[in-house]
């Protein structure tokens, strides 16, 4: 993959899914993006809250990195690839058109007594250090830079990894709280 094309097309992504957000969930109230379609489904608030818990993992662990690395070491090279777990993450478990379904992570699964205020402003939040962190990047070798993932130290992606994998990861679940506003039995 390109390496600049790849880190654009990121940031377009994440710019759809923020406008998304803004059109879809932002003027929804409270009563609405807490409504469940059955008690074992996450409502709109649960799906940007996993995602608001599973990608604030990685932001925080790509601002040490992005802080302390010296850029110098790791120029960036015209094309990258994904590691073998981060195309086996991208293109089986978090991409947005898998028809598998994964149980999320224990420690990622939101509780149900939600702050849905807090739970949208970070959600923007977190979108936007991604942004800010991509475009930090653009100058460096997206494959030598590894981060363990936050759920096993045995699990270790690259910084290309991790970009791919957190705007896959949040398309997928945008999807499904658009999936939940979009039944006919959702609170108008």
Not at 44 to 58: S, W
Not at 67 to 85: N, R
Not at 137 to 155: G, M, V
């Amino acid at each position: 993959m390109n390496t600049q094309q790849t880190l654009r097309q990121l940031q377009n992504d994440l710019n759809e899914i923020l406008q998304t957000f803004n059109q879809k969930f932002e003027k929804l109230s409270d009563k609405q993006i807490a409504w469940k379609p059955s008690p074992e489904k996450w409502n709109v608030a649960e799906c940007l809250q996993h995602l608001n818990i599973a990608n604030g993992f990685y932001v925080k662990k790509v601002d040490v990195i992005l802080s302390k690395i010296d850029k110098s070491e790791f120029p960036t090279k015209s094309e990258f690839d994904l590691s073998f777990q981060g195309k086996i993450f991208v293109n089986y478990i978090i991409d947005p058109k898998t028809k598998y379904k994964f149980s999320a992570p224990k420690v990622t699964k939101p509780r149900p007594d939600l702050d849905i205020t807090k739970v949208k402003t970070k959600f923007v939040e977190i979108i936007n250090t991604l942004q800010r962190q991509i475009v930090l990047s653009e100058n460096l070798d997206l494959e030598r830079i590894k981060i363990a993932s936050p759920f096993t130290n045995l699990l270790k992606f690259t910084l290309g990894d991790v970009y791919m994998i957190s705007a896959r990861h949040t398309q997928r679940h945008v999807n499904q709280a658009l999936r939940v506003i979009d039944l006919a039995e959702f609170p108008k």
